[in-house]
């Protein structure tokens, strides 16, 4: 049988899920393999150099930089405050002092008498990275971080904005093919993950943010109300550093889309429930998909054997989603894979597949397809 190899769009009851919680650099890790994690706790934290200042000592003081270390008063390694004089240089017969004071609260980190320069470091930025999602610690990065492993409910979107965030999962619509309006996005929803239908609005997506909550998950979204959000026009770059506060996930595609009734329900079965999610999108190399993760309780696991990753080969019947246009977001079920190229409308040939689409057969070069993964 043929088969086409793609990344699969997952939409999982239940799932082994790890996440590598790591320092921008090294550091101390603070916790050990087997502990038990919650989403906010620290697992490693270190220090960020502070930033560096320059002061040119040597023309404050209209000095030549080889007379800089007779006009210190502090050493290298002393801790001054913002205001306070490092150097100083007295006048004729001793009248008219010269002072240079310091600009910020800092670390005399170098002085130059080549350059008459003091180099002044600010205090270190601390860093902490938490476990992002409740599991236990299944082993450590010595001084980097932890792989925090949980059994969840996976659920991956096709494209999404803003960081981490988690909280408490609401359905704020009925049904999967309704809108989220901004009447549905009420002050208790501050610090949850609402969960809609087929769209949300700018103008909606805009009050979720100013009401603080931590997540929106929906069908589609306006690609052409990214730009008022982000301030600048989205390309193929890295989502997910974006300051916003309110993480949003794209669980189909861009305009008015139906949530997939799989996602609908997953999400619904799970309401009330705690989640981590994740905005961070990449859609070029190196996939990067947003996600909601839902760790499950004991009394939840089923006794399915637990999904891992791994290259799922698409075959004839396997369900698909189209994520080029003009069929962009469209699911449907792979009816054949025929095995000769096909020219398509840029001339170019390409291997194909024949998609089911709601009864319509859409002829749709295979690396335009990824696979939903569900179990």
Do not use: C
Request: aromatic share 4%; net charge negative; charged share 25%.
């Amino acid at each position: 049988m043929a088969h086409a190899y793609t990344p699969g769009l997952k939409v999982l009851h239940q799932s082994d899920v790890e996440k590598n919680r790591r320092l921008p650099i090294k550091g101390k890790v603070v916790k050990n393999i087997g502990d038990n994690v919650s989403p906010d706790m620290i697992v490693a934290k270190t220090d960020l150099p502070g930033n560096v200042q320059m002061v040119k000592v040597s023309n404050l003081l209209n000095i030549g930089p080889g007379d800089i270390k007779d006009a210190m008063i502090v050493a290298i390694g002393d801790h001054v405050d913002k205001d306070q004089v490092i150097a100083e240089m007295a006048g004729l017969f001793g009248l008219f002092k010269s002072d240079v004071k310091s600009p910020i609260d800092a670390t005399i980190e170098s002085i130059s008498d080549i350059t008459g320069q003091v180099v002044l470091r600010e205090k270190p930025i601390p860093v902490e990275v938490d476990a992002y999602m409740s599991g236990t610690v299944k082993d450590i990065i010595p001084e980097e971080g932890v792989i925090v492993q949980a059994t969840a409910a996976f659920i991956q979107g096709i494209f999404g904005i803003g960081g981490e965030s988690r909280g408490e999962i609401v359905m704020v619509t009925d049904n999967r093919s309704d809108e989220i309006t901004p009447n549905h996005i009420l002050e208790e929803h501050a610090g949850k993950i609402i969960v809609g239908g087929s769209f949300i609005s700018l103008e909606a997506y805009r009050k979720a943010i100013s009401m603080k909550i931590a997540g929106v998950v929906v069908g589609g979204f306006n690609y052409f109300d990214l730009e008022p959000i982000l301030g600048y026009t989205l390309g193929v770059a890295i989502t997910g550093s974006e300051d916003l506060g309110t993480s949003l996930v794209v669980t189909e595609g861009y305009g008015k889309i139906y949530m997939s009734d799989r996602t609908f329900s997953l999400l619904k079965e799970h309401e009330n429930n705690f989640a981590s999610i994740n905005g961070a999108t990449q859609i070029r190399a190196g996939v990067i998909r947003p996600e909601i993760v839902i760790p499950l309780s004991d009394a939840q696991k089923s006794n399915i054997e637990e999904t891992r990753d791994q290259e799922i080969g698409i075959g004839v019947g396997s369900l698909v989603r189209i994520i080029r246009a003009p069929y962009f977001g469209k699911i449907g079920k792979v009816k054949l894979l025929p095995s000769e190229l096909n020219k398509m409308e840029s001339e170019t040939m390409v291997r194909v597949a024949e998609v089911d689409v709601n009864g319509d057969i859409l002829i749709v070069p295979r690396s335009n397809l990824e696979m939903l993964e569900t179990n």
